[in-house]
């Protein structure tokens, strides 16, 4: 268990104010919001709650940053990522603790992602020297082409509380590997792990306007602005579909290229031939990482008839052995859900499932006490029509549905709008490809339940978003393709 000196001292560490062109400042209303910590439901602070004005002011400072930050060396730009990755791994446990305060997650999940957010910064370190172009002659002989790559401009961020480091370092990192500069605008729930990176920014050689982190409890009031002003020029979001349509919408009036990292409604296939334990710890991978609210978690288990009854046996085994509480005190493995809200949304679809046949094996409730905490469940016989089949349920619900043949779990696993990704379990290699192939995901997991690393492409297809973050396309999403034709005769 930490000190709760430790914890107010680290809380106390992080800037609560706005930074704009390089100073912290309070929102021009003197309006502030409480940061809550999950676990207890007590106040760990207050931070500026930005308004509209606060908003423009940021894409002010940003826009102007813009040409000098474009025409920065690539080396300079690599070499302030650099010493940032290494900033990062410095205060790998003070940027833990932080997170657990205000997000819930176990202090051993914060320090993975920690160090996975840093990663990002050590990756388009390395990116933003690797920005090419090219040259060509035009078929008849008569032209040159000169293609080059710029920065897209002005970037607008909207990052959500799950992971609220790495879904910074994952849109930050790439913004300046190709010298764009930003304005920032981080989940409500989990303002402080933002504003920690922000400072670490600044302190490596960041150029003032170049990033500026607007805290709000009001993102209408304050995004749509900044999005239909015409300085932006880019709109990167991590969010829920619902709110990803509506800043579709609005980017729409100024035609900004736009990336979403939206949904999910992940299809975890086990077929007969699955090594079970391989299948088991896939799950509890794909499941209980981060306690089920990530996108990537699996949301659907489709598990074939022969192997079935194992499978939930051991998989509830596996999940009643863990650990709820605090994510400070040692040895819990499961935190709390990030608000009220979150957990009355597990309630809701765990009784819908349960009022059209399904068993609980495990779990069903919330925990006694203080603090947004749902126990670790498994339910058996979950209908197709079930809502825990159709909605994100972003917390630790295991919905076992049982399938006969391939072809009837392909059928299941795409009946979905969304298209982030799916896991398949065999030991069978032709299957395994054929699977892979046919499923309507931007990412599979084949025998795995990790698919997150910053060298690969992350995204979906459907309603499950636009574009790619990370890998080496990743930078791509802040390049525009410039062509130059260059008469010789």
């Given at each position: 268990m930490t000190d709760p000196n430790r914890e107010q001292s680290v809380v106390d560490s992080v800037p609560h104010q706005l930074l704009i062109d390089g100073s912290w400042r309070p929102a021009g209303s003197g309006a502030t919001t409480v940061v809550e910590d999950p676990a207890?439901?007590?106040?760990?602070?207050?931070?500026?709650?930005?308004?509209?004005?606060?908003?423009?002011?940021?894409?002010?400072?940003?826009?102007?940053?813009?040409?000098?930050?474009?025409?920065?060396?690539?080396?300079?730009?690599?070499?302030?990522?650099?010493?940032?990755?290494?900033?990062?791994?410095?205060?790998?446990?003070?940027?833990?603790?932080?997170?657990?305060?205000?997000?819930?997650?176990?202090?051993?999940?914060?320090?993975?992602?920690?160090?996975?957010?840093?990663?990002?910064?050590?990756?388009?370190?390395?990116?933003?020297?690797?920005?090419?172009?090219?040259?060509?002659?035009?078929?008849?002989?008569?032209?040159?082409?000169?293609?080059?790559?710029?920065?897209?401009?002005v970037s607008v961020f909207v990052t959500p509380w799950n992971f609220p480091l790495a879904m910074g370092t994952r849109k930050i990192a790439p913004a300046i590997a190709a010298g764009c500069a930003m304005v920032v605008k981080p989940a409500p729930q989990t303002p402080l792990s933002m504003l920690a990176l922000a400072q670490i920014l600044q302190e490596v050689g960041?150029?003032?306007?170049?990033?500026?982190?607007?805290?709000?409890?009001?993102?209408?009031?304050?995004?749509?602005?900044?999005?239909?002003?015409?300085?932006?020029?880019?709109?990167?979001?991590?969010?829920?579909?619902a709110v990803g349509?509506?800043?579709?919408?609005?980017?729409?009036?100024?035609?900004?290229?736009?990336?979403?990292?939206?949904?999910?409604?992940?299809?975890?296939?086990?077929?007969?031939?699955?090594?079970?334990?391989?299948?088991?710890?896939?799950?509890?991978?794909?499941?209980?990482?981060?306690?089920?609210?990530?996108?990537?978690a699996a949301n659907r288990f489709l598990v074939q008839r022969g192997?079935?009854?194992?499978?939930?046996?051991?998989?509830?085994?596996?999940?009643?052995?863990?650990?709820?509480?605090?994510?400070?005190?040692?040895?819990?493995?499961?935190?709390?859900?990030?608000?009220?809200?979150?957990?009355?949304?597990?309630?809701?679809?765990?009784?819908?499932?349960?009022?059209?046949g399904a068993e609980v094996v495990l779990g069903g409730e919330r925990a006694d006490g203080p603090g947004y905490f749902y126990r670790p469940t498994v339910l058996t016989g979950?209908?197709?029509?079930?809502?825990?089949?159709?909605?994100?349920?972003?917390?630790?619900?295991?919905?076992?549905?049982?399938?006969?043949?391939?072809?009837?779990?392909?059928?299941?696993?795409?009946?979905?709008d969304f298209g982030l990704v799916d896991y398949v379990f065999t030991q069978d290699l032709d299957r395994a490809l054929r699977v892979s192939e046919r499923l309507e995901a931007g990412m599979v997991g084949l025998n795995t339940g990790l698919v997150s690393n910053p060298a690969a492409p992350f995204g979906g297809i459907k309603q499950s978003g636009l574009g790619r973050e990370g890998g080496t396309v990743g930078i791509d999403e802040f390049l525009e393709t410039k062509y130059v034709a260059i008469a010789t005769a």
């Open positions: 207890t439901e007590k106040a760990l602070c207050e931070v500026a709650d930005a308004g509209c004005d606060d908003g423009l002011a940021a894409l002010a400072a940003a826009d102007r940053a813009q040409p000098a930050f474009a025409a920065m060396a690539p080396r300079e730009r690599s070499d302030i990522l650099r010493r940032a990755y290494e900033a990062v791994l410095a205060r790998v446990e003070d940027l833990a603790l932080l997170m657990t305060l205000e997000m819930g997650k176990p202090l051993a999940e914060a320090r993975g992602e920690v160090t996975y957010a840093a990663e990002f910064l050590r990756w388009f370190s390395e990116e933003a020297v690797r920005v090419d172009g090219g040259f060509a002659v035009s078929p008849d002989g008569r032209n040159r082409f000169l293609v080059m790559r710029q920065a897209v401009g960041l150029p003032d306007g170049v990033l500026n982190v607007v805290t709000t409890t009001d993102a209408a009031d304050v995004v749509e602005p900044v999005l239909r002003d015409g300085r932006a020029r880019k709109l990167s979001f991590t969010g829920s579909t349509r509506l800043l579709l919408e609005q980017a729409s009036s100024k035609v900004l290229r736009t990336s979403m990292e939206l949904g999910g409604n992940a299809a975890f296939l086990v077929f007969d031939d699955a090594d079970v334990d391989r299948a088991v710890e896939g799950a509890m991978q794909a499941k209980m990482r981060n306690m089920g609210e990530a996108c990537t192997i079935a009854d194992e499978f939930s046996r051991r998989l509830a085994d596996r999940m009643g052995a863990l650990t709820v509480g605090r994510g400070t005190e040692d040895g819990v493995q499961v935190g709390p859900m990030i608000d009220g809200k979150g957990r009355d949304k597990i309630v809701d679809l765990v009784g819908d499932a349960v009022a059209h979950v209908p197709a029509h079930s809502r825990l089949n159709s909605e994100e349920i972003f917390g630790p619900v295991a919905p076992i549905t049982v399938f006969d043949d391939e072809a009837q779990a392909l059928a299941d696993a795409n009946a979905t």
